[in-house]
């Protein structure tokens, strides 16, 4: 089965509306991994609008906030709130999305060195690519630096 | 929009000095936006790393991710992982993201 080209299908989905700019980039950053995987602090980063149940939820298109969920949340505190996928699995069983459970056992199993706590959640479902560019991604960036993260995982939905 | 978000994210973080895996359901989108590294699954949306409750699928398309950070070497290249979703063909791809996937799906411009 070929890939599903998301970008004409996202365009007949809004008929109304000019087509979206999608951001294109000819190149991109590099940054070699500095140490063996089985050393390094790995954090997971989910856009599916995980949050536990004591967060406020995501509101709606074009939230850039983000939420930190604690490494050792009990799953059965997570909810979902995003628009733009269908959650029921996510809402089942929140791995679909924000594998945090499986990164747990990874780092038990000494794949990874440490799994970085606490995680992060955002909805990625923002229009505005330079709100994410210049708000949303360097907020969370600065706190990945000063946490000394190696590894960063992204999980979109 | 998600994978366009994770893609801006992950290129951030790069850009940062933390190497990143960036995770891809959405091929299209992920070409454009360019992530240092992507792996591609090709499952419906909501469904990145896997099915409800599958712990062993999950675990498996986690550690192909892990594999591909550790060898990937082209910035911006993008690791197609063999995952099928349904082995008996029944088409999830027709009605993905169509009219109806979701319900009073509309795009606001406030």
């Known amino acids: ?157 | 929009m998600c994978h366009q978000s994770v893609g801006l994210v992950a290129r951030a973080a790069e850009e940062a000095g933390i190497s990143t895996i960036a995770m891809s359901s959405a091929l299209d989108i992920t070409q454009a936006v360019k992530p240092p590294r992507a792996v591609y699954v090709n499952f419906p949306l909501g469904h990145q790393t896997g099915k409800p409750h599958q712990r062993e699928l999950q675990r498996a398309i986690l550690l192909d991710a892990f594999k591909a950070l550790e060898t990937m070497t082209i910035p911006g290249q993008i690791v197609t992982l063999p995952y099928v979703w349904d082995h008996d063909g029944q088409g999830w791809e027709d009605g993905e993201f169509r009219p109806g996937y979701l319900p009073a799906y509309t795009r606001s411009e406030s």
């Open chain 1, 1 to 157: 089965m070929s890939p599903v080209a998301y970008i004409p299908r996202t365009r007949d989905l809004y008929p109304d509306y000019p087509p979206y700019r999608w951001v294109v980039n000819e190149d991109a950053p590099w940054t070699p991994l500095k140490a063996p995987l089985a050393e390094c602090k790995v954090a997971l980063l989910s856009t599916g609008g995980i949050h536990t149940s004591d967060q406020t939820p995501f509101h709606s298109r074009d939230d850039t906030t983000y939420r930190e969920i604690p490494r050792d949340v009990d799953f059965k505190d997570l909810c979902v709130s995003h628009f733009g996928y269908i959650t029921d699995d996510a809402r089942a069983d929140p791995n679909c999305v924000f594998p945090l459970e499986r990164m747990r056992e990874l780092q038990t199993d000494g794949i990874i060195g440490e799994l970085a706590n606490p995680a992060y959640s955002m909805m990625g479902g923002i229009y505005s690519s330079r709100r994410v560019r210049d708000q949303l991604a360097p907020a969370i960036v600065d706190l990945l630096v000063q946490r000394e993260v190696d590894v960063l995982l992204l999980v979109p939905a």
